[in-house]
């Protein structure tokens, strides 16, 4: 059970646009950036957005993210077959002591 | 570029201690701007992470392992490592390395180890 909550699955499209949430509580969420990640079949995860909207250089702005109160939300617009993949929510927890959380994964399909 | 790559045995026994380094390169473990983790992957599963340390030596740990984990650094190497005592089969997961520039903006390819007779 993650401390994150992500759906554990979303579907679209190509072309489409597609969310995807990340509850949480005040002691992480609330109170800390939120990054994302997406972790393509068989490789590593990779910073897809950090400081709740910011993009790494070469991230395409068809990725975007967004942060209210205790939610975060990554969207990401004009699907293509490669955005297939695992994505991933995280940030800092200090409920008991400091430390890092992620979400449970969200697979996005691209129908 | 910075680069990390993960090291060590791909099978554990249980009960024994898995052990694993990340070798950073590309840039110095010693910089004051970030921590360097652990993170785990399960198969098929999501992520957890393990740890973090910063290259004073100064850590943080995931609760739930925090009793069976020990990460260290060794600055001269440009390395950090990791311990994790008591293996069971739950214990069987990718591990990744990754510096945490709060994000984790750069990671490891992972190293799958395994925990078993």
């Known amino acids: 059970q993650s401390v994150l909550t992500q759906p554990p699955s979303v579907s679209a499209a190509p072309g489409q646009k597609v969310t995807i949430s990340c509850s949480g509580s005040?002691?992480?969420?609330?109170?800390?950036?939120v990054s994302w990640y997406q972790q393509l079949p068989g490789t590593a995860p990779k910073l897809l957005i950090y400081?709740?909207?910011k993009r790494p250089s070469g991230i395409p702005d068809r990725f975007s993210g967004s942060k209210s109160g205790t939610s975060a939300t990554l969207g990401i617009t004009g699907l293509q077959t490669g955005d297939e993949a695992d994505y991933y929510c995280?940030?800092?927890?200090?409920?008991?002591?400091?430390?890092?959380?992620f979400g449970g994964g969200t697979k996005l399909t691209v129908l | 570029q910075l680069q990390l790559q993960e090291s060590g045995p791909g099978l554990v026994k249980p009960s024994e201690t898995l052990s694993l380094t990340c070798t950073v390169s590309?840039?110095?473990?010693?910089?004051?701007?970030?921590?360097w983790g652990w993170i785990r992957q399960p198969p098929g599963k999501g992520l957890e992470w393990i740890g973090s340390?910063?290259?004073?030596?100064?850590?943080y740990y995931n609760p739930s392992l925090k009793s069976r984990v020990t990460i260290s650094v060794d600055t001269s190497k440009n390395q950090f490592s990791l311990k994790l005592s008591s293996v069971t089969a739950a214990d069987t997961a990718v591990y990744y390395c990754?510096?945490?520039?709060?994000?984790?903006?750069?990671w490891g390819q992972g190293t799958l180890v395994t925990v078993s007779s």
């Open positions: 995280g940030t800092w927890d200090s409920s008991l002591s400091v430390f890092w959380v």
């Open positions: 340390i910063y290259y004073s030596g100064s850590t």
């Open positions: 005040s002691s992480n969420i609330g109170n800390n950036y």
């Open positions: 400081d709740n909207n």
């Open positions: 590309g840039g110095s473990i010693s910089s004051s701007s970030y921590y």
């Open positions: 990754a510096r945490n520039s709060s994000p984790y903006d750069y």
